[in-house]
């Protein structure tokens, strides 16, 4: 009991774990319609592609949230010209625009003086930095983003499986897929800084992915990945305390650990059944 609680006696870590839950919550959300539209690769673009608008913003002495969202909504609206007006597949305009926002963004990192540590800091985060400012504006995006999801979550469930449908029924899909890129958008800015953009798709992508080999309905699927993406921050940040390691790249590697984990259990219960 004492090795599973000497972490958390440390107001760092409790913070950290508080801030990684509230993220574990808003991906959750996201990451189920991320998984559900097969729009992973998007979500990965626009977490590295948020490097220009953190760097500039920085260089400016500006808000770093701020310049990282207006990255990558700018990011979200050039895949989506790229591919309507192009004779070019989603995923090519993503790796178009993807290289390229990551190559200006390294350009602009490299004229800080603390190139190495702003760099790093993007990367991989600083979830035992957690301030309680910090929870107060993850908290704020939590809210926004489960309100959307709730008030939108016919028109989303619509134009995730049938969009012809979604029209007929006056649902608008076009809409409908914008608010969710902006959703993606929100929970990637709020919590690059908790996780690092490298780290954030394994929140946003591994419990939700876990959660569709157990649950057959969305709102179940939300709150199996809720469950699994909270006892990654913990399982993650105990496991890092005591074996010296970094927090937010130990909380992914537990998220990715637990998906594979519950992959074999359902293939091993799937084969009991039969």
Same mark, same amino acid.
């Given at each position: 009991?004492?090795?599973?609680? *000497?972490? =958390? %006696?440390?107001? @760092?870590? @409790?913070?950290g774990a508080v801030a990684g839950s509230v993220v574990a919550l808003m991906c959750a959300i996201v990451g189920t319609w991320v998984v559900l539209r097969g729009s992973v690769f998007l979500g990965d673009a626009m977490s590295h592609g948020m490097l220009p608008g953190v760097a500039a913003a920085s260089a400016l002495g500006g808000n770093l949230l701020v310049g990282a969202l207006i990255a990558a909504l700018a990011m979200a609206y050039g895949v989506a010209a790229l591919s309507r007006s192009v004779r070019f597949s989603s995923d090519t305009s993503i790796g178009l625009l993807l290289v390229g926002?990551? *190559?200006? %963004?390294?350009?602009?990192?490299s004229h800080s003086s603390s190139y190495a540590v702003d760099l790093t800091a993007f990367l991989f985060g600083d979830v035992?930095? @957690?301030?309680? %400012?910090d929870i107060a504006v993850l908290a704020a995006a939590l809210a926004v983003i489960a309100a959307v999801a709730f008030a939108g979550r016919r028109a989303f469930v619509a134009a995730t499986f049938d969009i012809r449908k979604a029209a007929t029924l006056g649902l608008n899909p076009r809409a409908a897929g914008i608010a969710l890129t902006v959703l993606i958008a929100v929970a990637i800015v709020a919590? =690059? !800084? @908790?996780v690092g953009t490298l780290l954030v798709l394994g929140l946003l992508v591994a419990p939700p992915a876990a959660a569709t080999?157990? *649950? !057959?309905?969305i709102g179940r699927i939300m709150a199996l990945a809720a469950a699994l993406g909270v006892a990654s921050v913990w399982i993650g940040l105990l496991v890092s305390w005591h074996a010296a390691t970094a927090g937010g790249a130990t909380i992914a590697a537990v998220a990715v650990a637990l998906f594979f984990c519950s992959a074999v259990a359902s293939v091993a219960v799937r084969r009991v059944a039969a």
């Open positions: 009991m004492n090795w599973l609680g *000497a972490p =958390f %006696g440390s107001e @760092v870590v @409790v913070r926002m990551l *190559a200006v %963004g390294v350009i602009v990192v035992l930095g @957690v301030r309680s %400012g919590s =690059f !800084h @908790v080999l157990w *649950a !057959h309905s």
